[in-house]
Nanobody, 128 residues
């Protein structure tokens, strides 16, 4: 079982930025699909970004495209989510997820059921 640990959440004013990190425990595959989800109180979990750690471009939800940037670290076990121009509607708990042994697929990367490994989440609060 791959363990995922998120960090970097916090509280910011509208227009501010945060950079989330997700570190996975070691795995034997050359790459995995790692995604970022968020869940606001009373709302469903929303897939907002995903990328394959072995290469290729990230996918983004319309709600964050142009403001959030997903990237890989220097190792295959770390991904980041740079969040700029944060707005109050971005307030949520943010989760990292991984689909071990599989790549990211354009039709399904944003579904929570596509992922078998989840972190505990990190909270982001944006004040107006």
């Amino acid at each position: 079982q791959v363990q995922l640990v998120e960090s970097g959440g916090g509280s910011v004013q509208a227009g501010g930025s945060l950079n989330l990190s997700c570190v996975a425990s070691e795995y034997s595959y050359s790459g995995v699909c790692m995604a970022w989800f968020r869940q606001a109180p009373g709302k469903e979990r929303e897939g907002i970004a995903a990328l394959y750690t072995g290469g290729g471009r990230p996918w983004y939800a319309d709600s964050v495209e142009g403001r959030f940037t997903a990237s890989r670290g220097n190792t295959k076990t770390t991904v980041y989510l740079q969040m700029d121009d944060l707005q109050p509607e971005d307030t949520a708990k943010y989760y990292c997820a991984a689909n071990i042994g599989f790549g990211c697929y354009s039709q399904s990367w944003h579904y929570s059921t596509s992922y078998s490994n989840w972190g505990q989440g990190t909270r982001v609060t944006v004040a107006s």
